[in-house]
């Protein structure tokens, strides 16, 4: 499993508890729109966002916030964030 | 930093629908408060028939007014944002009862801030009845935002 993979795994798992739409999760991929596709409302990604911190031990600033619209975004962020600790 | 009734003044509430008397006290962890629930209310009549007691809805609504909305214009004025024509929507509640309301009965609201991020704010909240029993005990979480253009 790539560490693309890994991590997308890693995220389902996180979202899993918000998501609205079974389908989408199931096939939850890079290009999953969290509001579109898992219709995870945006009370609700705020608590996906604070659970990313917690099991990244990383910080979201609000520029970060606005920009986590997909997965593909969340994998950027999270990465970029890991990489600055 | 603003003083309690400013606070009150600042709700987007009236009556019928205020639910808020007094604030007691303030802080960034937590806010508490207080209301008596009115005999003339119009619920009354009809929750239950001859047998007034104040619908789980409104408690939770009262919780909601005192321990989210109350503490988030606080927090929000806190933090430099404005809070003119501030707008809250609620967006989550899990509420457990204990004890019955009755008309002309006053209550206490306690809330304590889970967290404050991204203008969502969630906190666990508590009401007690006069005789400091608790009444009802749960989270409730909305988003907050200062007036758009």
Same mark, same amino acid.
């Given at each position: 499993?790539?560490?693309?993979?890994?991590?997308?795994?890693?995220?389902?798992?996180?979202?899993?508890?918000?998501?609205?739409?079974?389908?989408?999760?199931?096939? #939850?991929?890079?290009?999953?729109?969290?509001?579109?596709?898992?219709?995870?409302?945006?009370?609700?990604?705020?608590?996906?966002?604070?659970?990313?911190?917690?099991?990244?031990?990383?910080?979201?600033?609000?520029?970060?916030?606005?920009? #986590?619209?997909?997965? =593909?975004?969340?994998?950027?962020?999270?990465?970029?964030?890991?990489?600055?600790? | 930093? #603003?003083?309690?009734?400013?606070?009150?003044?600042?709700?987007?509430?009236?009556?019928?629908?205020?639910?808020?008397?007094?604030?007691?006290?303030?802080?960034?962890?937590?806010?508490?408060?207080?209301?008596?629930?009115?005999?003339?209310?119009?619920?009354?009549?009809?929750?239950?028939?001859?047998?007034?007691?104040?619908?789980?809805?409104?408690?939770?609504?009262?919780?909601?007014?005192?321990?989210?909305?109350?503490?988030?214009?606080?927090? #929000?004025?806190?933090?430099?944002?404005?809070?003119?024509?501030?707008?809250?929507?609620?967006?989550?509640?899990?509420?457990?009862?204990?004890?019955?309301?009755?008309?002309?009965?006053?209550?206490?609201?306690?809330?304590? =801030?889970?967290?404050?991020?991204?203008?969502?704010? =969630?906190?666990?909240?508590?009401?007690?009845?006069?005789?400091?029993?608790?009444?009802?005990?749960? =989270?409730?979480?909305?988003?907050?935002?200062?007036?758009?253009?």
């Amino acid at each position: 499993m790539s560490e693309k993979d890994k991590m997308i795994e890693e995220l389902k798992l996180i979202v899993k508890p918000y998501i609205q739409d079974e389908k989408g999760f199931e096939e #939850m991929h890079e290009g999953t729109d969290f509001i579109n596709d898992l219709k995870i409302n945006s009370a609700n990604l705020v608590d996906v966002i604070l659970d990313i911190e917690d099991k990244y031990d990383i910080i979201f600033d609000n520029d970060s916030m606005d920009k #986590m619209l997909n997965v =593909k975004a969340a994998l950027e962020i999270i990465n970029q964030k890991v990489s600055e600790k | 930093m #603003m003083n309690l009734k400013e606070i009150i003044a600042k709700l987007p509430y009236e009556k019928p629908f205020l639910f808020v008397d007094d604030l007691i006290e303030v802080t960034e962890n937590g806010i508490s408060g207080t209301y008596t629930f009115h005999e003339n209310h119009d619920f009354y009549k009809g929750h239950f028939k001859n047998n007034p007691v104040t619908p789980g809805v409104i408690l939770t609504e009262t919780m909601a007014q005192i321990g989210l909305v109350s503490f988030g214009i606080y927090l #929000m004025n806190e933090a430099g944002e404005s809070i003119d024509g501030i707008q809250i929507a609620l967006t989550s509640t899990e509420i457990d009862f204990f004890k019955p309301v009755f008309s002309n009965e006053k209550v206490l609201v306690k809330s304590e =801030k889970d967290y404050f991020r991204f203008n969502k704010l =969630k906190c666990n909240v508590e009401m007690f009845n006069a005789k400091e029993e608790l009444v009802c005990r749960g =989270k409730i979480a909305g988003m907050i935002a200062g007036k758009t253009n």
